[in-house]
C-alpha cells in the first residue's frame, strides 16, 4: 500500500469516527443528563517511502481524540419527586452497573421490584452507606436538595455524589455513563445541591450538530471516492471500518 493510499486512508478512518461521534451525538439529543462529544484532529509527519513525490519527503498523516464537553445541559421540570438534576458541573451520580461502579449525570431514578433505588436503565443507584432497599410501608419517596431519601417513615440515606480532579479522564460507556480509572472524592452532604422535579437534559446543540453531520458526511464521501477508487476497495474498506460490500 502507497503512501498517498495511506494518507488519505488515515483521513478517512478519522472522518469516520467523526461522523460517528456526531450521529451518536443527534441520537442522544434527547438522553437525559447525556453529554456532548467531540473529535479533535491532529497531523503529524512520518518519513515518505514513494520515490514519485520527491517535493514531500515527508507524509502528513491525520489522527484523531475524543473529548467530552462536560457544560451543564438545560433543566427541564418534570414535576417526578423521583427525578432530581445536579446543580453544577462537578457532580455525579453513582451507580452500580454489571461492570462495576459508574458515573452520570442523569437523576431520572424509580424503585425496582425488589424495591431498591434505580436509574430508569436498571442501574442500582449508590448511597453513601450503600445499596439502598425501600419498603412498601416506606409510602411515597422524594429527594430532598442535600440529596436526602425521604419517605412517609423518614429519612432512608443520602445519594452518594462524587467529584473528579479531572474530568478529562472519563471515558463514555453509551447514553449518559461514564467510567473512570481514577477513584472520584466523595462530595461532603453540605456542598451537595440537586434540584427535585427536574431534570437535566443533554447538553447537545441539535441543530449544530445536523450541521455538523452534513459537513462531515459529505468530507467523508470525498475522501472515500479518492481512497477506495485505488488498490484493492475491498482491503481498503475493511481498514476503513467498512464491510466492504
Known amino acids: 500500500m502507497g503512501d498517498k493510499t ?3 486512508l488515515s483521513r478517512l478512518i ?4 467523526h461522523v460517528d461521534t456526531i450521529a451518536n451525538n443527534v441520537a442522544n ?4 443528563g447525556f453529554k456532548s462529544q467531540s473529535v479533535r484532529f491532529s497531523e503529524y509527519l512520518t518519513q515518505a517511502e514513494e520515490d514519485d513525490i520527491p517535493a514531500s519527503p515527508k507524509r502528513s498523516l491525520v489522527a484523531s481524540t475524543g473529548f467530552v464537553d462536560f457544560s451543564p445541559g438545560p433543566l427541564r421540570a418534570t414535576g417526578n419527586p423521583m427525578d432530581v438534576a ?3 458541573d462537578e457532580a455525579f451520580l453513582v451507580v452500580s452497573t454489571q461492570n462495576g461502579n459508574m458515573y452520570t449525570r442523569s437523576g431520572s431514578l424509580t424503585i425496582d421490584d425488589r424495591g431498591r433505588l434505580v436509574t430508569m436503565a436498571g442501574n442500582v443507584v449508590m448511597t453513601s452507606a450503600g445499596e439502598l432497599t425501600l419498603l412498601p410501608r416506606d409510602g411515597t419517596v422524594s429527594i430532598a436538595p442535600d440529596g ?3 419517605t412517609e417513615k423518614g429519612p432512608r440515606g443520602r445519594l452518594q455524589l462524587v467529584k473528579f480532579s479531572d474530568t478529562r479522564k ?3 460507556q453509551g447514553g449518559a455513563l461514564f467510567s473512570s480509572v481514577s477513584s472520584p472524592s466523595e462530595i461532603p452532604p453540605a456542598q451537595v445541591r440537586l434540584a427535585s ?3 437535566e437534559s443533554s447538553n447537545v446543540n441539535a441543530v449544530q450538530e445536523m450541521s455538523k453531520l452534513v459537513q462531515a458526511s459529505r468530507a467523508y464521501d470525498q475522501v472515500a471516492k479518492v481512497v477506495l477508487g485505488k488498490d484493492d476497495p475491498n482491503e481498503l474498506r475493511k481498514l ?3 464491510d466492504g460490500q
Open 6 to 8: 495511506i494518507i488519505g
Open 14 to 17: 478519522s472522518l469516520r469516527q
Open 29 to 32: 439529543q434527547t438522553t437525559s
Open 86 to 88: 445536579v446543580v453544577g
Open 148 to 150: 436526602t431519601v425521604l
Open 170 to 172: 472519563l471515558i463514555p
Open 197 to 199: 422535579g427536574v431534570l
Open 240 to 242: 476503513a471500518g467498512e
